[in-house]
């Protein structure tokens, strides 16, 4: 069994991070990319985990949001019904997806940015 965490915005820092694309968030320094790959820090108080989907499948992470974004069936996407007892937002750029090994990846403007907690 497979295990992904989804991570959303807290609400006293939407202002700051809430639907903000990476470039965005590096441009207002709340991001800072790590020097060499492509690898993002992100302050891990920012957000807090709002769902844990447990699956047989090993999805990718457009599957997933397919799945967690509530307006896939109008975009006729055929991927599974969001789970009814996911009760978070729509899923959106700036959640983020934990892979089942630990890997983080932020939903941006176009496409997957992987990121890394900062440490305090």
Known sequence: MNRFKIYQVKEEHIREYGYA????????????AVEGRE??????????????????????????????????????????????????????????IEYPDGRLWFCDSLGWKEIIWQSN
């Open 21 to 32: 694309s990476m470039r965005e968030l590096l441009w207002t320094h709340h991001a800072e």
């Open 39 to 96: 690898l993002y820090r992100l302050p891990r108080e920012a957000w807090e985990p709002v769902y844990t989907w447990h699956t047989e499948k090993d999805p990718c992470l457009d599957y997933i949001f397919e799945t967690f974004n509530r307006n896939h069936r109008e975009l006729g996407l055929s991927c599974e019904a969001t789970p009814e007892d996911f009760h978070g937002h729509s899923m959106s750029v700036s959640d983020i």
